[in-house]
């Protein structure tokens, strides 16, 4: 049974700490900036056993190996980008499965942001690690890979169960959720929930994670019927 928290780090960035419970196994997703992250691991323990990076920006990937000299983890990250990611002691690929304590996680390849970038899916219970392809009422801009792609890899997280955690890497929901209002604006749900991401915000409350069934219902990416569909919202996003 593994539980996950966010942990706020740089100006909007979240790191992931996940901690399976029955063994005390850690890890920490996006380590970007060594010392918040540190503290977070210290205060949950002292332990990390994984560091999970999900592509090879530096707001995702740079106090990795401060975090690894501290505590001595395993660093997992996408083969297809070790080139250009810190050392990787596990090199991953779709379908990939990775351990934490008793719980597994299944790699998902979800290029579109960059060529190489992967998602986690642990399903006991059901949590997402989806870095920069999905953000909560948006996604991640096209910066090395196409409309195609991203659809592709948004089509992945659109099959998970709709109880799922979405931990992504960043607090956009409040900017995402101006735009989406804007592109879909009759959708009933969508305006419900911007109403309760505003008073989150207003309370100095982080909006993510979200749960899959919400952006399902409210987020017009992961609602794009096509391609097209898809790549004309990004780019109108893109000049929003
Ligand atoms: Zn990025
Ligand atoms: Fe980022």
């Known amino acids: 049974m593994i539980s996950v928290h966010p942990v706020p780090i740089l100006s909007d960035n979240y790191a992931w700490l996940l901690r399976d419970a029955p063994s005390g196994a850690v890890a920490i997703v996006d380590p970007a900036e060594a010392g918040p992250v540190i503290a977070a691991i210290e205060a949950a323990g002292g332990r990390l056993d994984l560091i999970l990076l999900t592509h090879h920006h530096a707001d995702h990937v740079a106090g990795t190996d401060a975090v690894r000299a501290r505590f001595g983890a395993r660093v997992a990250g996408a083969r297809a980008d070790a080139h250009r990611l810190p050392a990787l002691d596990l090199a991953l690929a779709e379908g990939d499965r990775l351990a934490l304590g008793a719980a597994q996680a299944r790699v998902l390849e979800t290029p579109g942001h960059t060529r190489g970038h992967i998602a986690f899916f642990f399903d006991t219970?059901?949590?997402?690690?989806?870095?920069?392809?999905?953000?909560?009422?948006?996604?991640?801009?096209?910066?090395?890979?196409?409309?195609?792609?991203?659809?592709?890899?948004?089509?992945?997280?659109?099959?998970?169960?709709?109880?799922?955690?979405?931990?992504?890497?960043?607090?956009?929901t409040a900017s995402n959720a101006r735009f989406a209002r804007h592109a879909d604006p009759d959708n009933a749900a969508l305006a419900a929930y911007a109403e309760t991401v505003r008073h989150r915000r207003a309370a100095g409350q982080a909006t993510v994670p979200s749960r899959l069934a919400d952006e399902l219902a409210c987020n017009p990416f992961l609602r794009a019927a096509d391609v097209a569909t898809l790549a004309d919202l990004r780019a109108r996003k893109d000049r929003f």
């Open 125 to 172: 219970p059901a949590i997402l690690i989806c870095g920069d392809t999905l953000f909560s009422l948006g996604c991640g801009r096209l910066l090395e890979g196409t409309a195609a792609e991203m659809f592709a890899s948004l089509r992945k997280f659109a099959a998970l169960p709709a109880e799922t955690l979405v931990c992504c890497g960043h607090e956009y």
